[in-house]
């Protein structure tokens, strides 16, 4: 049943409000909706969209409670709020998309390792951290090397570290049990490029937009290739796995999934994302219909739009705070100079060295050039 008013504009409630729910608002907005934005500080970079913002969060009833009943339909900008808080929407009448069953099976990434290894879809072997495990026992399972991860609250290089030493092993479980008292083990992946590709789906279509070479640095997406640069029989491999990976979560909406490429041309899924996705910022300009619009087209059962690229290659690249301060560009004189680059803001209100303040995009028919030059344009901008 469809959940678009024809007495009033549609309200799409978004739990969280930062960049990634700013985007989205923006062509919820743009298609005629409404939105209404739940987060934790006033002004957060969503909620200055609209005059619907809830100032509070998901453990705090009355708060919730009114962000729900002004909405008709609910989604979220990150898998991190424990799916009871989304069944308890669900609860109350109103749909979530993705459903707390979909984020159930993903926000403990042991489980989603689980659920996608019983399914045969393929991820870097891995076992549970029990009392009886030790430094000792996860080599003689894994390797010389291997990965500790936080089963919950990991995300951009937090909650992970890799294990060559058994000081490095003492030093890593003490930290990253202070961040979530839960672990995991995985195999340390030799591999030769990162990946990620977009899914969307709703009940009558599932779209994929086109694979992307990611490139980290610091453990954060820092540039973003369109289309990867990648045999075709990758590419049918990789759309076939995410495909799956969708399906065996029950995923409907939006979906980042991030792979590992090995040397053999063999894939192996890292982790899934059930919303837009850094990797997708790309598309704002060079596809058709942006990751964020059909977000919002697959959140309201809409027909999905056209998920080509529009021009032969597109780069992206995240602006990442160089110094603590108001989070505001200091030079955008020089900045905009090339005048076919598309700047993103996201309107937060403070810098943090490392912090995710916006993105730039450059489209066009040759790669190395247009790599080149946001590498330079991102080196100049103060911010």
């Not at 007495?7 to 005629?32: C, H, N, P």
Request: proline fraction near 3%; glycine fraction near 6%.
């Amino acid at each position: 049943m469809s959940v678009i008013r024809k007495d009033r504009k549609t309200v799409i409630g978004i739990l969280g409000g930062g960049q990634l729910a700013r985007m989205s608002a923006m062509q919820a907005i743009r298609l005629g909706f409404d939105v209404a934005i739940l987060d934790k500080e006033q002004n957060s970079p969503a909620g200055v969209l609209t005059k619907k913002e809830f100032v509070g969060w998901v453990d705090q009833k009355k708060v919730l409670d009114e962000f729900i009943s002004s909405s008709d339909i609910i989604t979220l900008e990150n898998e991190f709020i424990d799916f009871k808080f989304l069944q308890y929407i669900e609860s109350k009448g109103k749909k979530v998309v993705p459903s707390s069953k979909t984020i159930s099976l993903i926000q403990d990434k042991f489980v989603q390792k689980t659920v996608f290894n019983q399914v045969g879809i393929p991820v870097a072997k891995f076992i549970d951290l029990t009392e009886k495990i030790n430094y000792e026992s996860i080599r003689a399972e894994l390797g010389n090397k291997f990965v500790l991860k936080s089963k919950k609250m990991g995300y951009d290089g937090y909650g992970n570290a890799t294990i060559r030493t058994r000081s490095e092993f003492n030093d890593a479980l003490n930290r990253l049990k202070k961040r979530h008292p839960e672990i995991y083990a995985e195999k340390f992946v030799p591999f030769v490029k990162e990946l990620a590709v977009l899914v969307v789906r709703t009940e009558k279509e599932i779209k994929t937009y086109p694979i992307v070479e990611t490139i980290q640095k610091n453990h954060i997406c820092h540039t973003v290739i369109a289309p990867a640069r990648v045999k075709s029989d990758v590419i049918r491999k990789i759309n076939k796995i995410a495909i799956a990976a969708v399906e065996a979560i029950q995923g409907f909406g939006i979906f980042g999934i991030e792979f590992f490429l090995l040397k053999d041309n063999s894939v192996l899924i890292n982790e899934i994302a059930p919303r837009p996705h850094n990797t997708g910022h790309y598309t704002i300009e060079a596809c058709t219909i942006s990751q964020f619009e059909n977000h919002i087209r697959a959140v309201l059962e809409l027909p999905l739009g056209n998920t080509d690229l529009i021009k032969p290659y597109a780069v992206m690249i995240n602006l990442l705070g160089k110094r603590n301060g108001v989070g505001v560009v200091q030079n955008y004189f020089e900045t905009l100079k090339n005048e076919n680059l598309h700047l993103h803001i996201y309107g937060k209100a403070e810098s943090r060295i490392g912090r995710k303040m916006g993105h730039i995009t450059l489209l066009g028919s040759d790669l190395k050039t247009i790599l080149s030059q946001a590498n330079k344009i991102e080196r100049q901008i103060i911010l």
